[in-house]
Nanobody, 127 residues
Framework: HVQLVESGGGSVQVGGSLTLSCTASGNIGRMYCLAWFRQAPGKEREVVAHLDRVGRMSDYRDSVKARFVISEDSAKNTLFLQMNNLKPEDTAMYYC?????????????????????WGQGTQVTVS
């Protein structure tokens, strides 16, 4: 079993930055794929960024590319999402997630990825 706890959310002005953290405990070693999702009110949950811990690669939703960076401190079992140049449309509840495998392309509109483990979420508000 894996527990995920997010932190770092808050309110920020347009153009500002925030860094979200997700601390994992439990059997995280076999969770080879880590990700950040978000869900805005009235909208579907969407994957924002994911990290393939085996292939050591990451990818992002087009709308956040060049602005967000996903990274991991494996020694501290912590996943980060650095968010720069924030926009009002980035306002959402952000969730970290862990799964034993990464899908080929979780950003395809029709794909519904449901990782095994989820955190409780942290709110990000940009205005």
């Amino acid at each position: 079993h894996v527990q995920l706890v997010e932190s770092g959310g808050g309110s920020v002005q347009v153009g500002g930055s925030l860094t979200l953290s997700c601390t994992a405990s439990g059997n995280i070693g076999r969770m080879y794929c880590l990700a950040w999702f978000r869900q805005a009110p009235g909208k579907e949950r969407e994957v924002v960024a994911h990290l393939d811990r085996v292939g050591r690669m990451s990818d992002y939703r087009d709308s956040v590319k060049a602005r967000f960076v996903i990274s991991e401190d494996s020694a501290k079992n912590t996943l980060f999402l650095q968010m720069n140049n924030l926009k009002p449309e980035d306002t959402a509840m952000y969730y970290c997630a862990a799964n034993s495998w990464c899908p080929n392309n979780p950003y395809v509109v029709s794909y519904r990825w449901n990782p095994t483990y989820w955190g409780q979420g942290t709110q990000v508000t940009v205005s």
